[in-house]
């Protein structure tokens, strides 16, 4: 799935942060928007990741963008409201 010969995607993807926000959630709500944060961080990355699973995150990511965008985690996270 991964080629070796690239760097690892832990050192792209802020961990520490993805899950204090994840397992502090106060709502179920919060606990989606952190899972689908980390898609799209390892979406960003995906000349790292197979034809199939790059698919599979880019269908993930388009069903859940608009409420992850409205999404008050995403307005913490961010700090752009």
């Not at 802020?14 to 919060?30: I, N, P, R, Y």
């Not at 034809?51 to 993930?60: A, E, G, K, P, T």
Request: avoid cysteine.
């Amino acid at each position: 799935m991964f080629q070796s010969a690239q760097k690892p995607l832990k050192e792209h993807i802020d961990w520490h942060k993805f899950f204090q926000f994840h397992f502090h959630a106060e709502s179920e709500t919060q606990h989606h928007d952190a899972l689908f944060l980390l898609v799209f961080q390892i979406y960003l990355k995906a000349y790292q990741i197979n034809y199939f699973l790059r698919i599979i995150l880019y269908l993930y990511i388009e069903f859940n963008i608009f409420n992850f965008f409205s999404s008050r985690y995403f307005q913490q996270y961010f700090k752009f409201f």
